[in-house]
């Protein structure tokens, strides 16, 4: 239980870390009464830290340390300090390699974060903090590395071993085990580390990308159900090819690998090469499944996916920017949607999920903007402004600028960012960049919690033939913000009437909305 009173983490208060991770070398030994897990860090300070000479602080949680060595060497006690919440070691060089040990007990970890055990099966959830009841490691998303992992274990009690990457070398071991290496030539935050072991079975598939590769697609199910693979694989390529013909974004891995089980305790979650699902996201027969349930398993299928761009690719700098990978994958899910569906209802159920429970959040007392400004718990910030509202700022982007720019931008985003933990205003001033369009205003979409509300009023003289139309906008107060400035919101008009002519449109309140001006109009 745990009895630390919570800190409340500011976005004012970021530093960059002090220290870089260049690779992870991982060995996972599972047995049933435990995992021992061999890290191996390639650290160097970092250049753009302040702090010279600083001590190494690696996040941990859970974990019984067995063995900490420096550039080869065994610590002592005195060596270092453990805290419970982390590893310390007040001196070390500007560059170095440290191996840790650590035990834990994945059958008892009833948390789900980290690595644990059901059902005989090995799992993993690293989001957002897990990876620290794994091993000591600078658990945040600005440290990315290259990770090569090894997993041994029971051949029998486990035959599948999977990870993130490429598997690079396989084998058997004495005493009925086996092992498989997987290497991930990407460099990833700690919070998209996987790995899975135990008794599944596979259904494969190939998908060959726009510049002639061929990838390895692999669903894993438990044995029950082999047969429920069909829809999630066919959603699969085709999110691979949508993602090519709409963003230009190829598949870089040789191989690309599902799992879905009924006891991962998230629904869905993207790890590099390696998506994990609950089976209700993923599995469906024609038999028992309806059409909003495979439509549903589309969609979840395809924002996993996408996120290997948005969110993987190119990820978060610290948790405050939760948004930066979500509501763009949303918004990129959604569209995908609407162009393999029908646009019209896959708006229709945006804009009521936005106007049921989503408006009601930004009314209520946990209101809060789509980049929080402080949070105690990252995981209370999982909502639906996180998600559906920054996909509907990411729309209004994409409104404002038109497809072209858009797509110009979001090139320009990932070109720049590649390899990179990022900021919304590191995406938002691609969009400016690419565009040439001033956003300044636009970015308070990002600062400021509540549902603007409109008051529309017009009014149209005959004798002149002028229609004016006024519009005034207001946001309520949400905790611990007043007096809030107006937003940036693409309007569009036109009139309609029985005779096109030419007409004039005045727009007040300009600083607040920017309409889309027809160059004539129908009165």
């Known amino acids: 239980m745990r009895t630390e009173q919570p800190k409340t983490i500011r976005l004012s208060e970021y530093k960059v870390p002090a220290y870089l991770v260049d690779t992870v070398d991982l060995r996972f030994e599972l047995f049933d009464d435990g995992a021992r897990v061999h890290s191996t860090l390639s650290v160097r300070l970092n250049p753009e830290s302040s702090e010279v000479s600083a001590p190494l602080a690696l996040d941990g949680d859970s974990l019984k340390l067995e063995k900490v060595a420096l550039n080869g060497k065994e610590l002592a006690a005195g060596d270092y300090e453990e805290t419970g919440k982390q590893l310390v070691i007040a001196k070390v060089p500007d560059q170095f390699e440290l191996t840790v040990v650590t035990w834990l007990e994945p059958q008892n970890n009833t948390r789900l974060e980290g690595l644990y055990r059901s059902s005989g099966m090995f799992c993993t959830q690293c989001e957002a903090e897990g990876f620290r009841c794994i091993t000591y490691f600078p658990d945040r998303p600005d440290v990315m590395a290259r990770y090569r992992t090894r997993i041994e274990a029971d051949k029998?009690?486990?035959?599948?071993?999977l990870s993130n990457g490429n598997d690079v070398d396989q084998g058997d071991l004495e005493n009925g085990r086996h092992f498989v290496t997987w290497e991930d030539p990407f460099p990833k935050p700690s919070y998209l580390f996987a790995l899975v072991a135990g008794d599944l079975v596979e259904k494969q598939d190939t998908f060959t990308t726009c510049s002639g590769r061929d990838i390895d697609l692999r669903i894993f199910v438990e044995p029950r159900n082999a047969t429920k693979c069909e829809h999630?694989?066919?959603?699969?390529?085709r999110a691979m090819r949508w993602d090519e013909e709409v963003y230009g974004r190829e598949y870089d891995l040789d191989i690309f690998m599902i799992v879905a089980v009924d006891d991962f305790n998230m629904g869905a979650m993207e790890n590099k090469g390696l998506n994990i699902f609950n089976s209700s996201c993923v599995l469906a027969s024609q038999e028992t499944a309806t059409d909003l349930a495979f439509q549903r398993i589309e969609s979840i299928v395809a924002h996993e996916y996408f996120h290997n761009w948005s969110g993987n690719r190119v990820t978060c700098r610290d948790w405050f920017q939760l948004s930066l990978k979500e509501g763009f994958t949303v918004f990129r899910d959604s569209t995908f949607s609407a162009d393999v569906g029908s646009p019209t209802v896959k708006r229709i159920e945006n804009v009521t999920l936005l106007r049921t429970a989503q408006f009601a959040e930004d009314a209520g007392p946990m209101a809060h903007p789509i980049r929080p400004a402080s949070y105690m718990e990252i995981t209370n910030?999982?909502?639906l402004t996180i998600y559906e509202k920054g996909a509907e700022v990411v729309r209004m982007i994409h409104t404002l600028l038109g497809p072209e720019l858009f797509r110009k931008g979001s090139d320009l985003y990932f070109e720049r960012h590649d390899g990179q933990a990022v900021t919304t205003d590191d995406f938002v001033k691609a969009m400016e960049d690419a565009s040439g369009r001033d956003l300044t205003q636009f970015r308070l979409w990002y600062e400021q919690a509540g549902t603007p509300v409109l008051k529309v009023s017009d009014e149209y003289d005959a004798e002149q033939g002028v229609y004016r139309l006024t519009i005034q906008?207001?946001?309520?107060?949400?905790?611990?913000?007043?007096?809030?400035?107006?937003q940036h919101i693409p309007f569009a008009l036109g009139l309609l009437g029985a005779v096109v002519k030419p007409c004039r449109l005045f727009l007040k309140a300009v600083r607040m909305l920017r309409a889309r001006q027809p160059s004539a109009c129908l009165s």
């Open 156 to 161: 029998s009690a486990c035959p599948v071993l």
């Open 232 to 237: 999630a694989m066919d959603s699969l390529k």
């Open 473 to 486: 906008q207001s946001i309520p107060d949400t905790p611990g913000q007043t007096d809030k400035k107006p």
């Open 381 to 383: 910030f999982y909502t």
